[in-house]
Antibody, heavy 119, light 111 residues
Framework: EVQLLESGGGLVQPGGSLRLSCAAS????????MSWVRQAPGKGLEWVSG????????YYADSVKGRFTISRDNSKNTLHLQITSLRAEDTAVYYC????????????WGQGTLVTVSS | QSALTQPASVSGSPGQSITISCTGT?????????VSWYQQHPGKAPKLMIY???NRPSGVSDRFSGSKSGNTASLTISGLQAEDEADYYC???????????FGTGTKVTVL
């Protein structure tokens, strides 16, 4: 059974940093591209960042470029998102999502981790 | 890159069919077939319902179907059931940045 389990969210002050993690199991993690998608309270989904299966290709939404860094450890089946210079508008549930093979979609999602940026 | 445009809400009675539209630009969809639809119940993670415009993942009811014409994609739910009440989001791989764009979301209400 595919499982994605996010962690690392919490309350942080504006300008602060957090490192989100996503522990994957039930599939060959090193074969799959992964992404982070966020959802502000009461709002829609927003793609934030993606990384290729081998970790060499990384991609970001303009809204987070230069502040967020995606990475992965294929030896530990773990995806990370380092988020810095946090702003109030970064408050959201952050989901990790798995891309199946060569398809441009997300077939499994984690349950999400909430990041709240507030003083 | 703006979000894809969806109606805020759509409703129908049990057993009826409803269609949710998803409108973008040529740079959102391009010539790609990479349109997906996700269902999200309150407090839950999104669930993939349709990918590559028309394909259903294993386990998804055949009451859900997708289509696309020009820069508008559509999700049709036939034989509407109470469990279909949820938010629905379309998504597409784009031709530039960001890699993926989501729709504004549609709340489906079963009357």
């Amino acid at each position: 059974e595919v499982q994605l389990l996010e962690s690392g969210g919490g309350l942080v002050q504006p300008g602060g940093s957090l490192r989100l993690s996503c522990a994957a199991s039930g599939f060959t993690f090193s074969n799959c591209a992964m992404s982070w998608v966020r959802q502000a309270p009461g709002k829609g989904l927003e793609w934030v960042s993606g990384i290729g299966a081998g970790g060499t290709g990384t991609y970001y939404a303009d809204s987070v470029k230069g502040r967020f860094t995606i990475s992965r450890d294929n030896s530990k089946n773990t995806l990370h998102l380092q988020i810095t210079s946090l702003r109030a508008e970064d408050t959201a549930v952050y989901y990790c999502a798995k891309r199946p093979g060569t398809y441009y979609t997300f077939d499994y999602w984690g349950q999400g981790t909430l990041v709240t940026v507030s003083s | 890159q703006s979000a894809l445009t969806q109606p805020a809400s759509v409703s129908g009675s049990p057993g009826q069919s409803i269609t949710i539209s998803c409108t973008g630009t040529s740079s959102d969809f391009g010539a790609y077939k990479y349109v997906s639809w996700y269902q999200q119940h309150p407090g839950k993670a999104p669930k993939l319902m349709i990918y590559d415009i028309t394909n259903r993942p294993s386990g998804v009811s055949d009451r859900f179907s997708g289509s696309k014409s020009g820069n508008t994609a559509s999700l049709t739910i036939s034989g509407l059931q109470a469990e279909d009440e949820a938010d629905y989001y379309c998504s597409s791989r784009t031709t530039s940045s960001p890699l993926y764009v989501f729709g504004t979301g549609t709340k489906v209400t079963v009357l």
